[in-house]
């Protein structure tokens, strides 16, 4: 569970209580699902609600200078399992322009919160500036333990751009819904 804008020990507070069930959180109890097998034979709700804390991976968004100032307060609500380091929209919080994602005052935050996660023995997360090996080699470096690569959309357009004119226009492949 991805939670954007965290801005304060209090949101996150909410959001834990919302996504865990006891003693981290006040989830609401539902057997009638999936990850619960539907409520079906043998089924026990303290083990289902132990499995449930341990599977729900809650990961908060520091997206917002206000994360930064209160990080010291956000980071030690319990039930946290990683952060989530949005550059682009971090500069954006900042009134930066978008250019300006891994500036001198962005990349001061991205510092802190590095040190401050793995501090807390939390992981943190965020996007390689590029799909190579190359890119992974400097997210791992510059402090993430967790790297986005991208989602399918982006690499579906990724893969769009590289094909040959020809044979897109051959198969009369679709793109921004006028067949080429």
């Not at 609401?28 to 034979?41: D, M």
């Not at 341990?54 to 200078?65: C, G, R």
Request: with cysteine; aromatic share 8%.
């Amino acid at each position: 569970m991805v939670i954007p804008h965290c801005t304060n020990a209090d949101m996150v507070k909410k959001c834990v209580e919302a996504a865990k069930f006891a003693p981290f959180g006040r989830r609401g109890a539902e057997s009638a699902v999936r990850a619960a097998g539907y409520g079906y034979k043998d089924f026990n709700w303290n083990h289902y609600m132990e499995k449930q804390n341990e599977d729900t991976m809650l990961i908060v968004m520091d997206e917002d200078h206000e994360f930064t100032e209160n990080i010291d307060e956000i980071l030690a609500v319990d039930g946290i399992d990683a952060v989530n380091f949005g550059p682009v929209d971090y500069a954006n919080s900042m009134s930066l322009k978008i250019g300006y994602a891994m500036s001198a005052e962005v990349r001061e935050a991205f510092d802190i919160l590095v040190s401050k996660t793995k501090s807390k023995g939390i992981a943190c997360l965020g996007p390689a500036a590029s799909c190579t090996p190359e890119g992974v080699t400097t997210a791992i470096n510059n402090g993430y333990n967790m790297i986005i690569l991208g989602n399918d959309l982006m690499h579906f357009s990724n893969a769009l751009r590289n094909l040959d004119d020809n044979i897109i226009k051959n198969n009369h492949i679709c793109v921004n819904e006028k067949s080429l």
